[in-house]
């Protein structure tokens, strides 16, 4: 049996893909195995098995605080760039023209300039407030690269978005706001949640700005993690390496669940509307609809 050039380079573009793919993600195995190591020291192939890493973070008070603080600032940054880059990109896709066009290049801005910058920046402008090594200071630093992402996000849900139902909201007297909260959410709501997680997995993981930010009291896991390298190879930092892979892991799993069932309610709903009784389905639909909207409206 012959083989063509087209299968020959389908499976050598799977063979590339698998190496890739496993390089990849072989840092993540070597760091998740030493954390289970019963030997005193960081190394691999592991001395042994034992859980006593864990139980050794999770009775020390350092790597609790910083990780109450990851999780507080993570909230925080999660909150703040998910309002700014949703009404962002909601404001450029109903106000086409010079200015909002001027205002993707100024979103991205931040992810542009090298986080050493900003955090020195951020260092000096945040003394003057008297706001330095604060909570908020932290949260403000991690908007700036988590705000851009969930403002593009949000940008490309919003260009898919029908906007046949903005502008029936408006046309039944309800104001922006209204429109927006009870027409525009609801049907990007998928895309609000994958945005935020992605916020929320920035923060969790940044470290340059959260250096120069924070202090004894608000440094994040891996402000506390580079402090504990520098005066000892512990497996308590493969621990906290462990649990921030799993809670990316567990967000990156709940954006894909969130996206494939907003896709099969979409299937569901093609399949149902070319039905035997599409006519009446569609006629029961569009008053059902429209009613819907107009009382939430108002």
């Known amino acids: 049996?012959?083989?063509?050039?087209?299968?020959?380079?389908?499976?050598?573009?799977?063979?590339?893909?698998?190496?890739?793919?496993?390089?990849?993600?072989?840092?993540?195995?070597?760091?998740?195995?030493?954390?289970?190591?019963?030997?005193g020291n960081l190394q691999f192939p592991p001395q042994g098995f034992s859980f006593q890493w864990y139980s050794a973070f999770f009775?020390?008070?350092?790597?609790?605080?910083a990780f109450d603080?990851?999780?507080?600032?993570?909230?925080?940054?999660?909150?703040?760039?998910?309002i700014m880059g949703l009404t962002a990109a909601f404001g450029v896709e109903t106000h086409r023209g010079r200015a909002s066009n001027l205002l993707t290049p100024i979103?991205?801005?931040?992810?542009?300039?090298?986080?050493?910058?900003?955090g020195v920046t951020l260092l000096v402008y945040f003394s003057?407030?008297?706001?330095?090594?604060?909570?908020?200071?932290?949260?403000?630093?991690?908007?700036?690269?988590?705000?851009?992402l969930v403002f593009f996000v949000m940008q490309s849900v919003l260009q898919r978005f029908d906007w046949q139902l903005h502008d029936?909201?408006?046309?039944?007297?309800?104001?922006?706001?209204?429109?927006?909260?009870?027409?525009?959410?609801?049907?990007?709501?998928?895309?609000?949640?994958?945005?935020?997680?992605?916020?929320?997995?920035?923060s969790l993981q940044e470290?340059?700005?959260?250096?120069?930010?924070?202090?004894?009291q608000t440094q994040t896991i891996p402000v506390l993690a580079w402090s504990s390298l520098r005066q000892s190879l512990t497996p308590t930092v493969s621990v906290v390496s462990t649990f921030l892979?799993?809670?990316?892991?567990?967000?990156?799993?709940?954006?894909?669940i969130a996206i494939n069932i907003e896709f099969i309610a979409k299937r569901l709903w093609v399949i149902w509307s070319v039905s035997p009784q599409w006519y009446i389905n569609k006629k029961w639909h569009d008053s059902d609809h429209w009613g819907d909207v107009s009382m939430r409206c108002w």
Do not use: C
Request: glycine share 6%.
């Open 59 to 65: 009775t020390d008070i350092a790597w609790l605080r």
């Open 1 to 39: 049996m012959s083989v063509s050039r087209e299968q020959i380079g389908t499976a050598a573009f799977r063979f590339g893909y698998i190496v890739i793919f496993s390089l990849l993600l072989l840092p993540l195995v070597i760091v998740i195995a030493t954390s289970f190591s019963s030997s």
């Open 69 to 82: 603080n990851s999780i507080i600032v993570g909230v925080g940054t999660t909150i703040l760039a998910t």
């Open 128 to 148: 003057r407030l008297g706001i330095r090594s604060s909570y908020f200071a932290v949260i403000l630093a991690h908007s700036l690269w988590a705000t851009p």
């Open 245 to 256: 892979i799993l809670i990316s892991f567990v967000g990156l799993v709940s954006a894909m």
């Open 168 to 202: 029936a909201g408006m046309d039944l007297g309800a104001n922006p706001i209204r429109v927006f909260i009870y027409v525009v959410l609801p049907n990007v709501k998928s895309g609000v949640f994958v945005a935020a997680l992605l916020g929320f997995i920035v």
């Open 107 to 118: 979103v991205i801005l931040p992810l542009l300039v090298p986080p050493v910058i900003l």
């Open 207 to 216: 470290f340059v700005m959260a250096l120069f930010l924070s202090n004894y």
